[in-house]
Structures are given as structure tokens and as C-alpha cells.
């Protein structure tokens, strides 16, 4: 696991200096704290080796930085190194093929190195380091971009082909590592972080206004935006071409109608010919299994993430099951009893015979808030993001890999909103005179309750939805702000700005268009299915996903999800509904396949998620901070409704309706505001 960035110019002004580079890469050294390295070439060099230093000892670390004379065309690499496989020297990045002519770095594991490194060697390729990262550099030169197809892990790559003079960005399938690039007229630059990006002189940090309506609404910033006009995310599947002279492109290479490989046909074939539910059972006890397996492959301590629940049950079962010794097992808990998972996860850990370890996370938090939030580099509101990065701090005094049990929810439809699918799937067939009536009847006879977890809380905002379209009902269940709220959230001077924007750039725009476009690629599914592989494609790449990769790797922590693999992922997509639905329980297949794990508590228990007590704590020991944060007279921003943000705070003060997750997502922004010096 790793931190890179980079730049590749075609004219003087766009020249990255040593000192530019230098900053670039200290400023992931928490991705990378074991080793760095730095490569410089100019475009027209065929042999890297006749300028530089031998490859004979070394020959990963090309460190060609003899002077700062400007190369008006020329390319640049920096990288900070996570030692996880060969902790030698040999494992340094930037790392090149047997003649200079293919260079790499990367963030991320290949699980299947192994396997690909003998198939590689047979044909005559030489190794010279036991890391993973090599397997790419030969892997290119046979395959060429259609290399990412015989890939099984999580990774970010940037690859440089000296003879094509051709520069390769890669995003692993289910956006696990993150890869982020500014496209100007002479130069593109790339980075694991944005913060990264922002040592490059002369980059204005400019607001993307779609960015920041989606922002509030998804809790997140859809790729491939970012808050930052000029700076995107490459989408997860995806890789990017550039070369001199020629447009950038940009290609899926999973799913969206990406060319598959032989080997992937064979697969989806194998998957077809599946008829029962056995059947099914079978082939996806063999792929998890082996999931686990290969993601055991490791030089340094490695543990897991156990909340108690299904998905990391199974997956320390399965850790336990191929290992000779005691799996360490790491659990956050809260003194709020409805958010503390902490008991069920210590009987789990008893049962499964780990070595396990708690920590509770106090609402005394108010320090450590900020620094989380800046780590984000852009607002981002998931506020699990907190247990997550105490999680990870915890856990990385004990080992430095841990896998987890993420993925599972999308995969096998386990979260509660897909059961919500399915009752407005039948209400779409009820006439809406009929419907309204019943859902006004229902509205008058269930109580008024606060608390992000209470059920009649849920079944009001359920039916609040009921009578609208199929997505545009799914988008309002899961904003954070709905179109009501979103009409008040802007103060009227920005809000008429944004609204002229809009109408002069993006005329056509849709906040829902991001989740139609994915919806799109299962269409032919049921609509269950559809909605739950939607979110594979944008919740968990763009939450999910980014929340572990950030919170981990600010603690040089790595982490692995065995559900994510490609080939139970592959399985899962076109896994029968009837599979993963049963009744009013999700993951069924996963609770029937693999029910020796789980405890007999699992059975009955709803799922409860990996929630936080904000709304507690902003009635009270965080009520100051809030308030300092947000209606701090002399903060200045010309974004937010002041009067709209007073009116949520006293209505959550006084338990008329619970509003701490929109309240966090305006203390992320207006934390972010105020560091960065925004104030539009």
C-alpha cells in the first residue's frame, strides 16, 4: 500500500521542478512511511539506463535529479512505499521491466502475483524483486493496456511506456484506491490525494458548484468530480491514456461495455451454466475461500476489522479457518447502547477463538474532529468515517494489514433500503388516488419519534416517498438534503449565481443523472438488483471505499475486502435475486453458505450499520462545538442560509426531528470552507 503523484509535460512552462516533486511526495508519507523514491525522464529519451544510474543494484530507484536545468518536455514520478510484500530495499518504486523501457508505481495489492509471476517467467521474463509491482511492468509489455484484465486486486497505477511515449492511469474495478489528475493544455499531473495536486505552484482552488450541490445531497462527491473545478477523480474501472500530440482518453475496462478478456468470457460462462441454489452455494463458498486466502499473503503482521455482523463474522471465520495461529480481531464500541456493537462482537470473537481487542470512542472528540475532516482533502459526511479512523489507529498498533468484511451490502442486497425497494416496487402497482389515500392514513397513525434509528422514524420517510418515480423515490431515502431542503440550504445571492452557472454550463443538469447512468448498466435485472449493483457502482466507491482508503492509509494501515475480489464479485452481479433476498432478511445466501460462523444472536438481529451517536452528541457534550463552527458571527461565507442552518440546530436541540447527519455534512463544509480560505 502506497502513496504516488506525478506530472508528464510537452513545454517548458508546464516543468515540474525537483522541489515541486519533493513536496508532492512528502506530503503522502503517512500512505508510504517505509520508503521513497523519484524518477525524471525527458520524452525523447529511448534508454533511461545510458543517461542515468546502472540498474545493476538497484535498478527500481531511478533518481535522476542531477540538476534543476528545465526539460521543456519531460515526465516525472514520485512515491512513498508501504512495505507489505519484500520489506527489501528491492521493493522501492518507481519499478522498471529489464531494460529501462516501462515504468510503474503503484498503490495497492495484486493478490494473484503469484500466479501471474510464474506464467510470466515461463514466457522469459525476469524478475528481480519478490514484490507484486513487477508483475506489471511484464504483464504491460505482453498484454498492453488489456493487462488490467488479468488483475485480481485493489490498486491505482501510472505507467510509463518510454518507446510509445505514452502515459497509462489505472483505477482498480471497485474504486478501492483512490487516483485523482488535473488536465491542463501542456501538462497533466496526477496524485493519490488532492492534497498532493495542491503542491503544484499556481493551482486555484476554485469551486465546482455541481460538486458542491452533490455534495449535500449524496454526503459525498460523485467521481469524476471534485470540489475543485480543473481537478477530477478517475472513475474506478476506468484507465487513461496520454500521449504527445494526441486527445486524452479515457476507457472502462470492467463492466460498461468493456471488451472482456478470453479468461473473463470463460468465467461469465462457468457462472452461467449455475442452476440451484446449491449450485450457487457451492461456487461461492470456493471463491470467498479462496479470496480470504490469497489476501493472507503477507511480509508484516496482519489482523481483522470484527463488528460482530455477518459480513466480518464470515470473514474472520474463513481468516481463522486458513490460519495456524489466533486472528487478531479489532471492535470500536460507544457508551450509547444502540450504536455499541461491542458485545455481540466479543461473543463472535470468542466463538471463532480470536485474539481480541475494544476501543470506545468518547463524544470528547472535538480535537480530533477537524483533522479528521481535513484528511478528506474535499467535505466528505459520512460520520462513520470517525470510528473508522479510531478503528484503523487502533488496529495499526497491532498490525499493519486487516481485512474486512466491506462490499457485502451491495453484492448481496443486505442493506434495509433494498426491502424498501421492493414494498415501493409493489406500490408502483397500486393506482395513486388508492395509494395516497393509504399513505396518509399510515402517516396519521404513526407516532412522531426522533433518532436516526427509530422505526417509525424510518416508516415515515418511507412513505413520505412512496408516490414518486422509482429512482427519484431510492434518491430521496438516501440524501442526506431533499429537494425541499436543498431550496434553502444556499443563501439567495449564491444561490442565483449557481442557478446562472448552471444555466450557461450545464443547462442539462440533474443531480439524479449520477445514479440513472449506473442504474442503466443492470436495466435488464430486476429492479432490486438493479438499485443494489447501482450502488456497488457509485455508494461504494465513492463512500464506502474512500472513507476506509483515507482512514487507513493516515495511519499506514492497509486494508483488504475479500467480498470485493473480482471473481465473488463477478459471481454476486449476476447472482439471482431470490438468492439474496429471503423473506425480510437480506444476504441470505451468505447466512445459509456460511452459517457455522455466525453466531445464534445474528439471526434475529436488524442490521444496524456502523453508526455514530451524533445526534446525542449535538445535543450535548458537541452542542458548543456546533454552534462555534456554524453560527460563529464572525466567520464569512456568502454559500450557506444562515437562518436555514439555526432553524435545523434548534429543531435538533429541541427533538422536534433528528438533523445531526445534515448538521455534520454543514459542519464538514463549513470547516472546509473556513480552512481553505473560501468564502464565495
Given at each position: 500500500?502506497?502513496?504516488?503523484?506525478?506530472?508528464?509535460?510537452?513545454?517548458?512552462?508546464?516543468?515540474?521542478?525537483?522541489?515541486?516533486?519533493?513536496?508532492?511526495?512528502?506530503?503522502?508519507?503517512?500512505?508510504?512511511?517505509?520508503?521513497?523514491?523519484?524518477?525524471?525522464?525527458?520524452?525523447?529519451?529511448?534508454?533511461?539506463?545510458?543517461?542515468?544510474?546502472?540498474?545493476?543494484?538497484?535498478?527500481?530507484?531511478?533518481?535522476?535529479?542531477?540538476?534543476?536545468?528545465?526539460?521543456?518536455?519531460?515526465?516525472?514520478?514520485?512515491?512513498?512505499?508501504?512495505?507489505?510484500?519484500?520489506?527489501?530495499?528491492?521493493?522501492?518504486?518507481?519499478?522498471?521491466?529489464?531494460?529501462?523501457?516501462?515504468?510503474?508505481?503503484?498503490?495497492?495489492?495484486?493478490?494473484?502475483?503469484?500466479?501471474?509471476?510464474?506464467?510470466?517467467?515461463?514466457?522469459?521474463?525476469?524478475?528481480?524483486?519478490?514484490?507484486?509491482?513487477?508483475?506489471?511492468?511484464?504483464?504491460?509489455?505482453?498484454?498492453?493496456?488489456?493487462?488490467?484484465?488479468?488483475?485480481?486486486?485493489?490498486?491505482?497505477?501510472?505507467?510509463?511506456?518510454?518507446?510509445?511515449?505514452?502515459?497509462?492511469?489505472?483505477?482498480?474495478?471497485?474504486?478501492?484506491?483512490?487516483?485523482?489528475?488535473?488536465?491542463?493544455?501542456?501538462?497533466?499531473?496526477?496524485?493519490?490525494?488532492?492534497?498532493?495536486?495542491?503542491?503544484?505552484?499556481?493551482?486555484?482552488?476554485?469551486?465546482?458548484?455541481?460538486?458542491?450541490?452533490?455534495?449535500?445531497?449524496?454526503?459525498?462527491?460523485?467521481?469524476?468530480?471534485?470540489?475543485?473545478?480543473?481537478?477530477?477523480?478517475?472513475?474506478?474501472?476506468?484507465?487513461?491514456?496520454?500521449?504527445?500530440?494526441?486527445?486524452?482518453?479515457?476507457?472502462?475496462?470492467?463492466?460498461?461495455?468493456?471488451?472482456?478478456?478470453?479468461?473473463?468470457?470463460?468465467?461469465?460462462?462457468?457462472?452461467?451454466?449455475?442452476?440451484?441454489?446449491?449450485?450457487?452455494?457451492?461456487?461461492?463458498?470456493?471463491?470467498?475461500?479462496?479470496?480470504?486466502?490469497?489476501?493472507?499473503?503477507?511480509?508484516?503482521?496482519?489482523?481483522a476489522f470484527l463488528s460482530g455482523g455477518i459480513d466480518s463474522s464470515i470473514i474472520v471465520g474463513l481468516m481463522q479457518k486458513f490460519s495456524s495461529q489466533k486472528v487478531k480481531?479489532?471492535?470500536?464500541?460507544?457508551?450509547?447502547?444502540?450504536?455499541?456493537?461491542?458485545?455481540?462482537?466479543?461473543?463472535?470473537?470468542?466463538?471463532?477463538?480470536?485474539?481480541?481487542?475494544?476501543?470506545?470512542?468518547?463524544?470528547?472528540?472535538?480535537?480530533?474532529?477537524?483533522?479528521?475532516?481535513?484528511?478528506?482533502?474535499?467535505?466528505?459526511?459520512?460520520?462513520?468515517?470517525?470510528?473508522?479512523?479510531?478503528?484503523?489507529?487502533?488496529?495499526?498498533?497491532?498490525?499493519?494489514?486487516?481485512?474486512?468484511?466491506?462490499?457485502?451490502?451491495?453484492?448481496?442486497?443486505?442493506?434495509?433500503?433494498?426491502?424498501?425497494?421492493?414494498?415501493?416496487?409493489?406500490?408502483?402497482?397500486?393506482?395513486?388516488?388508492?395509494?395516497?389515500?393509504?399513505?396518509?392514513?399510515?402517516?396519521?397513525?404513526?407516532?412522531?419519534?426522533?433518532?436516526?434509528?427509530?422505526?417509525?422514524?424510518?416508516?415515515?420517510?418511507?412513505?413520505?416517498?412512496?408516490?414518486?418515480?422509482?429512482?427519484?423515490?431510492?434518491?430521496?431515502?438516501?440524501?442526506?438534503?431533499?429537494?425541499?431542503?436543498?431550496?434553502?440550504?444556499?443563501?439567495?445571492?449564491?444561490?442565483?449565481?449557481?442557478?446562472?452557472?448552471?444555466?450557461?454550463?450545464?443547462?442539462?443538469?440533474?443531480?439524479?443523472?449520477?445514479?440513472?447512468?449506473?442504474?442503466?448498466?443492470?436495466?435488464?435485472?430486476?429492479?432490486?438488483?438493479?438499485?443494489?449493483?447501482?450502488?456497488?457502482?457509485?455508494?461504494?466507491?465513492?463512500?464506502?471505499?474512500?472513507?476506509?482508503?483515507?482512514?487507513?492509509?493516515?495511519?499506514?494501515?492497509?486494508?483488504?475486502?475479500?467480498?470485493?475480489?473480482?471473481?465473488?464479485?463477478?459471481?454476486?452481479?449476476?447472482?439471482?435475486?431470490?438468492?439474496?433476498?429471503?423473506?425480510?432478511?437480506?444476504?441470505?445466501?451468505?447466512?445459509?453458505?456460511?452459517?457455522?460462523?455466525?453466531?445464534?444472536?445474528?439471526?434475529?438481529?436488524?442490521?444496524?450499520?456502523?453508526?455514530?451517536?451524533?445526534?446525542?452528541?449535538?445535543?450535548?457534550?458537541?452542542?458548543?462545538?456546533?454552534?462555534?463552527?456554524?453560527?460563529?458571527?464572525?466567520?464569512?461565507?456568502?454559500?450557506?442560509?444562515?437562518?436555514?442552518?439555526?432553524?435545523?440546530?434548534?429543531?435538533?436541540?429541541?427533538?422536534?426531528?433528528?438533523?445531526?447527519?445534515?448538521?455534520?455534512?454543514?459542519?464538514?463544509?463549513?470547516?472546509?470552507?473556513?480552512?481553505?480560505?473560501?468564502?464565495?
Open positions: 500500500m502506497c502513496g504516488f503523484c506525478g506530472a508528464v509535460w510537452t513545454t517548458a512552462e508546464g516543468f515540474v521542478s525537483q522541489e515541486t516533486i519533493q513536496q508532492m511526495t512528502d506530503i503522502l508519507t503517512h500512505r508510504g512511511p517505509d520508503q521513497s523514491g523519484m524518477l525524471r525522464l525527458a520524452l525523447n529519451i529511448q534508454n533511461p539506463f545510458s543517461d542515468c544510474c546502472s540498474p545493476s543494484k538497484s535498478y527500481s530507484l531511478l533518481d535522476n535529479f542531477q540538476s534543476e536545468t528545465t526539460i521543456d518536455k519531460g515526465i516525472v514520478f514520485g512515491h512513498r512505499r508501504l512495505s507489505i510484500l519484500d520489506l527489501t530495499e528491492d521493493g522501492r518504486q518507481p519499478i522498471c521491466n529489464e531494460d529501462g523501457t516501462v515504468w510503474v508505481v503503484f498503490n495497492g495489492e495484486i493478490y494473484n502475483y503469484l500466479e501471474l509471476e510464474s506464467i510470466l517467467k515461463l514466457e522469459g521474463h525476469q524478475f528481480r524483486t519478490k514484490t507484486d509491482t513487477e508483475v506489471i511492468v511484464h504483464l504491460y509489455e505482453k498484454y498492453g493496456t488489456d493487462f488490467l484484465h488479468e488483475i485480481n486486486g485493489m490498486f491505482a497505477i501510472a505507467l510509463w511506456d518510454v518507446r510509445k511515449k505514452q502515459l497509462i492511469l489505472a483505477r482498480d474495478r471497485m474504486g478501492k484506491k483512490p487516483l485523482f489528475y488535473r488536465q491542463e493544455s501542456n501538462r497533466l499531473i496526477f496524485a493519490s490525494e488532492i492534497k498532493s495536486l495542491m503542491k503544484v505552484p499556481g493551482i486555484r482552488q476554485v469551486i465546482d458548484p455541481i460538486a458542491l450541490d452533490q455534495y449535500f445531497i449524496y454526503q459525498y462527491i460523485p467521481f469524476p468530480r471534485t470540489i475543485y473545478q480543473g481537478i477530477s477523480k478517475l472513475p474506478p474501472g476506468h484507465f487513461l491514456v496520454w500521449s504527445e500530440g494526441t486527445e486524452l482518453r479515457i476507457e472502462p475496462f470492467w463492466l460498461r461495455n468493456a471488451q472482456e478478456s478470453e479468461q473473463e468470457r470463460l468465467e461469465n460462462e462457468q457462472i452461467s451454466s449455475l442452476r440451484t441454489f446449491a449450485d450457487w452455494q457451492s461456487e461461492l463458498s470456493k471463491r470467498l475461500e479462496n479470496a480470504v486466502q490469497i489476501r493472507l499473503r503477507s511480509d508484516v503482521p496482519l489482523g480481531t479489532f471492535s470500536i464500541g460507544f457508551a450509547q447502547k444502540e450504536y455499541d456493537e461491542t458485545p455481540l462482537a466479543r461473543r463472535t470473537a470468542q466463538r471463532l477463538g480470536t485474539e481480541h481487542e475494544e476501543f470506545f470512542v468518547s463524544p470528547e472528540v472535538e480535537n480530533i474532529l477537524p483533522a479528521i475532516i481535513d484528511q478528506y482533502d474535499e467535505p466528505f459526511a459520512d460520520s462513520s468515517a470517525i470510528p473508522t479512523w479510531f478503528l484503523s489507529q487502533m488496529t495499526k498498533k497491532r498490525v499493519t494489514v486487516a481485512l474486512s468484511g466491506d462490499g457485502s451490502d451491495e453484492l448481496f442486497a443486505g442493506y434495509n433500503r433494498y426491502q424498501a425497494v421492493r414494498l415501493g416496487y409493489w406500490g408502483d402497482h397500486i393506482p395513486k388516488s388508492i395509494l395516497r389515500i393509504l399513505i396518509k392514513i399510515l402517516q396519521w397513525t404513526i407516532p412522531n419519534t426522533i433518532g436516526a434509528r427509530s422505526p417509525f422514524r424510518r416508516t415515515k420517510r418511507f412513505l413520505e416517498a412512496l408516490d414518486m418515480p422509482p429512482l427519484e423515490r431510492y434518491l430521496k431515502w438516501i440524501a442526506y438534503f431533499n429537494r425541499e431542503h436543498m431550496n434553502h440550504i444556499y443563501c439567495e445571492e449564491y444561490k442565483k449565481s449557481f442557478e446562472s452557472l448552471i444555466l450557461s454550463t450545464v443547462p442539462e443538469y440533474n443531480c439524479i443523472d449520477f445514479l440513472n447512468d449506473h442504474r442503466q448498466l443492470f436495466e435488464s435485472r430486476d429492479y432490486i438488483s438493479s438499485i443494489s449493483l447501482m450502488d456497488m457502482m457509485t455508494y461504494l466507491p465513492c463512500d464506502i471505499m474512500t472513507k476506509v482508503d483515507i482512514a487507513s492509509m493516515k495511519h499506514s494501515l492497509e486494508v483488504r475486502s475479500p467480498f470485493l475480489d473480482v471473481h465473488v464479485a463477478n459471481l454476486a452481479i449476476r447472482m439471482p435475486i431470490q438468492y439474496k433476498i429471503r423473506g425480510t432478511k437480506g444476504k441470505y445466501i451468505l447466512r445459509e453458505t456460511f452459517r457455522e460462523f455466525l453466531p445464534p444472536e445474528l439471526e434475529n438481529k436488524p442490521k444496524t450499520g456502523f453508526g455514530v451517536p451524533l445526534d446525542h452528541w449535538f445535543r450535548g457534550p458537541l452542542n458548543l462545538w456546533l454552534k462555534d463552527i456554524l453560527t460563529d458571527p464572525s466567520q464569512t461565507n456568502l454559500i450557506l442560509n444562515k437562518n436555514f442552518i439555526n432553524q435545523l440546530i434548534k429543531e435538533h436541540e429541541d427533538q422536534i426531528c433528528d438533523h445531526s447527519n445534515r448538521l455534520w455534512s454543514l459542519v464538514v463544509f463549513q470547516h472546509w470552507a473556513n480552512k481553505n480560505g473560501i468564502s464565495l
